[in-house]
């Protein structure tokens, strides 16, 4: 019989692992982001405008 403990807890384990290397990803990419001195880095586009239902 498998050892349901020891599955939930390496799942668990890894999981979190993985978690964590996401969160770090991100800061890391947000710090690139902040640290541009770019002074437009945001850009927002327009939204999609049908013809058909401004007439």
Not at 19 to 27: C, E, G, N, R
Request: glycine content about 0%.
């Amino acid at each position: 019989m498998p050892d349901y403990k020891e599955m939930y807890i390496t799942l668990f384990k890894e999981t979190t692992k993985a978690i964590s290397i996401l969160q770090a990803a991100q800061q890391r990419t947000e710090e690139i982001y902040i640290s541009d001195d770019t002074e437009n880095n945001l850009i927002l586009l327009k939204p999609h405008e049908d013809k058909k239902e401004k007439d």
